[in-house]
């Protein structure tokens, strides 16, 4: 390309700017439109307090019918180290607090005697923050209708890792059908479709694993559990 051909290219260019820009202005657009997803959940502004307020008089799926309590979350709202599990159960939805039934008495045997940490130094939660009646699987309707709880949740206690409790957990966070025997023992990069991480931060990074509940009728998984957690308190301590 001679000096004239790239004159003449260039002054196409700028032309084809200048058009560009004259009919966005006719359109009643004043600003460059911004490449950033838009975020459409309606908690992006909520903090914890105002999102478990919401929470507590959510009707927007059909187990709000069936609850006793809105199973929301417990833990330190600053915790590193976030468990997520699939959904209350009876004693959940009596007390309204997640995992604290034999499953939850396991996770917390495993959270203090095996991580060394105290319950209330991590932060638990479950996809679904209404128990399904006679603990069905969590349909994808409710599983739809409630993540955005869910999301919020992540994007305000920005752990560094995510221990998913289970397929529906691992699943959901990760964005896949793969079961939880192919994705647990491998830290996997969060794919949460819809969370926001602030500039600053690293996404948190997700561990499948068992859930409790799983433990508890098949106890020799609980050499498996007991490597991916080995993994878990590495990658937190050079974190
Ligand atoms: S499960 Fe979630 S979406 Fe359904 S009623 Fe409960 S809080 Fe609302």
Not at 43 to 58: G, I, K, M, N, R
Not at 92 to 99: N, S
Not at 155 to 177: H, N, R, Y
Not at 215 to 225: C, F, M, T, Y
């Amino acid at each position: 390309m001679d000096r004239d051909d790239f004159r003449k290219d260039y002054i196409q260019l700028i032309a084809s700017v200048r058009e560009y820009v004259e009919e966005q202005l006719q359109l009643g657009f004043t600003e460059l439109e911004q490449n950033e997803p838009e975020h459409d959940s309606p908690y992006a502004d909520f903090d914890l307090s105002a999102l478990t307020t919401d929470a507590e008089s959510c009707v927007k799926c059909a187990l709000h019918e069936t609850r006793t309590k809105v199973v929301f979350g417990v833990g330190d709202p600053n915790a590193d180290l976030m468990f997520i599990g699939e959904a209350p159960g009876a004693d959940e939805d009596r007390q309204g607090e997640p995992f604290v039934g034999r499953a939850g008495q396991l996770l917390t045997q495993i959270i203090e005697a095996g991580m060394k940490l105290k319950r209330s130094e991590v932060y638990i939660a479950n996809v679904l923050k209404c128990r399904p009646p006679g603990n069905r699987n969590p349909q994808p309707v409710e599983v739809e209708t409630c993540s955005p709880y869910l999301i919020r949740q992540i994007e305000l206690v920005q752990p560094k890792v995510i221990m998913a409790l289970g397929s529906f957990a691992a699943q959901m966070l990760l964005d896949t059908k793969t079961g939880i025997t192919r994705l647990r023992g491998e830290f996997h990069a969060c794919n949460v479709p819809g969370l926001r991480v602030p500039p600053h931060r690293t996404p948190p990074v997700i561990m499948p694993t068992y859930h409790p509940a799983y433990l508890l009728r098949n106890p020799s998984a609980k050499r498996e559990v007991w490597e991916d957690i080995q993994k878990v308190m590495a990658h937190l301590e050079q974190a």
